[in-house]
Structures are given as C-alpha cells and as structure tokens.
C-alpha cells in the first residue's frame, strides 16, 4: 500500500480551480488579503492548496502543467518548501518536532507568529505562515494567532487550514477571506486512490464513499487498511446478537503499537456509519424498537474521545461496546 505524501510533496490538485483561480486573481490584482480560511472536509485538498499558494508567494514561477497555482517541483523555492527549509515559510500543525502527534497546537507555536511576522521577508516576495489545522488550537493559541490577525503584517499571509470552521471564535473568522474546497464525485475520487494504490475497482469506489469524495482521505483511508476494519464491521453487525470472539480479539490486535490509536478509532467510526445506516433503513421500515441502536451509535461516537481523554484501555472499550451492540440487536 502506498504512503500519504505530505500535501508540502504534493504538486498536483484535482478539482479546485475555481478556489485557484480566485486565489490568483487577487494575488495578480494586487489585492491579496493576508489572511485566508481555507474550509471544507478534511482529505479535499486544502493543506494541498496552501502548499502550491505558498510556493508562488515565495517566488516560485508558475508551471502551467501543474494546474492554476502549480510550480515546478525542481525550482530551488519547491524544493526548499519540501525541505522544510525555506526562511520565509512557517508551518505550524500538530506533529511535533519528535515526529509525534500532540492534541493540540501550544501557544508557544501560535507565539512564534508574532516574531515571524514582524520580520521582513529574508528572500522571497512575501513572509507565509500555514496552520493546518487551524481547528486544533488550543484556546490560548488562538487567542495569539487573533493577535496576529488584528495586526496585519505588511508582505504577509497566513493561510488556516479548517476542517470545522464553525469551532473557530467568529473573531477569527472575521478577519479571513474564506475559500471553501469542494469534494469529487466518488468516481474522480475512486479513481484518484486506484492511480496510487493497488487496490480494485471496487474497493477504490468503497474507499471513496468512506470519504464522501474527498481524495485524500480516501487515499489515507486506503493506506490504513479501512477496507478490512469496515469488512470486520459488516460482519460484526451481521452476527449480532451471536458475538465472533476471535474476531473481536483479532480486531484487538490492532489496537497495539504506533497505529494502535488510529486503528481503534477508525473500527469505532465504520461501526457507527454502519449503524447509522442501519438505523436509517429501520426508521424508514416503521421499525419500532430504535432506542437501544441509537444508544448504541451514541457510545460508538463518545468512546474514542473518552479513551483518548482518560487513557483508557481501547480492548475493554471495544468489548464494552459490543456488549451494547448485542443489547440493540436483542431489543
């Protein structure tokens, strides 16, 4: 299975080139704002978008095969950009200096825009800052990135990448020209993962609808092997109320190591689709007996948050919820 480059390696963008050609236009204008809200599902592009936005601003021509905002990935400023060594470029996200993930994004990194931002450029046209994302600040570190934007820094822009702009204080908002990314139709994004994987027709088109169109999650989707998580959650609900022990002890396995985490969450969010829709087709048969199922998709929505929260162990947490799939399906 191929890895998820990250969108600073990506050099291409399928399907917002309206979002481009806005973009572009107020930059070629001369009316560029200095800050954008880049919105719409997680995985359509946006990281993506600010990347090829950012390699522009810093000097890097365009490159017309590539697309709207396109460079070439061989200019020296492409290249420092991948690196992540370009002086006129500060990306503030989630991943650590360690390699690791934290839950949040500290103040101390929202903190290093003001200084930043109050430096002129050191080689290029303008100074770019990208939070991706801008959903995962915590309070204090919004409040310093607010700070920045009530101060426009002359020659710079800051482009937030957001997945939920609603959970962002409106002050923010506010202050930002929004550019909101659409997703593709199933089969642009089916056929997207199926040129980068070497997953079937099928599968690609499943993977595809996992993400509701938006091709890089359902590229990451495939490299975390969704397609056997969602099999297991199929066959889960199919057995119920009988229980598979040594699937769900196999499932288990999962939840060991590294990926441990992200594997647990992943299972908990195809069980839930798969009772939603489950549920769905009940209510729209005149089923009665719905209580227990949406207790049911309630928990499988709450337990990875309060597993994450409490450090709670996640085989005990899945038994616990197949405990009360079980009650559902003898309700």
């Not at 200096?97 to 050191?122: C, H, N, Q, T, W």
């Not at 002050?171 to 930002?176: E, G, M």
Request: hydrophobic letters at 45%; proline letters at 6%.
């Amino acid at each position: 299975m191929a890895d998820v480059p990250h969108p600073r390696e990506v050099f291409e963008l399928q399907g917002q080139e309206a979002s481009e050609a806005a973009f572009e236009a107020a930059r070629a204008r001369g009316r560029l704002h200095h800050a954008w809200l880049l919105t719409g599902l997680e995985g359509v592009g946006k990281a993506t978008f600010a990347y090829r936005a950012a390699r522009r601003l810093l000097g890097a021509p365009r490159a017309p095969a590539f697309g709207v905002l396109g460079a070439d990935p061989g200019h020296p400023v492409s290249r420092q950009v991948t690196a992540r060594a370009h002086p006129d470029l500060l990306v503030l996200e989630r991943m650590g200096e360690d390699g690791k993930p934290r839950k949040v994004i500290p103040v101390d990194d929202a903190r290093r825009l003001s200084e930043f931002f109050s430096k002129s450029p050191a080689s290029a046209p303008h100074r770019v800052a990208v939070v991706d994302a801008a959903d995962d600040l915590n309070i204090n570190a919004a409040n310093a990135l607010l700070k920045t934007l009530e101060e426009p820094p002359p020659r710079g822009v800051l482009m937030l990448v957001s997945h939920s702009p609603g959970r962002l204080l409106s002050t923010i908002r506010s202050r930002c020209r929004r550019l909101t990314f659409q997703t593709l139709p199933l089969e642009t994004a089916a056929r997207f993962v199926q040129a980068r994987t070497e997953v079937s027709e099928e599968a690609a088109f499943r993977l595809a609808a996992m993400a509701q169109g938006a091709p890089g999650k359902a590229l990451a989707l495939a490299a975390a092997e969704a397609i056997v998580l969602d099999d297991a959650a199929r066959a889960i609900l199919a057995e119920l109320p009988a229980l598979d022990q040594g699937l769900a002890l196999s499932l288990a396995e999962r939840f060991r190591g590294g990926e441990g985490s992200a594997q647990f969450n992943l299972l908990f969010e195809r069980l839930a689709e798969r009772v939603h829709a489950h549920t769905t087709q009940r209510a729209g048969e005149g089923a009665w007996s719905l209580d227990r199922w949406a207790q049911a998709w309630e928990t499988l929505q709450r337990l990875p948050r309060e597993v994450e929260a409490l450090n709670l162990d996640r085989t005990d947490a899945l038994f616990s919820a197949l405990s009360e799939l079980r009650q559902a399906a003898q309700a």
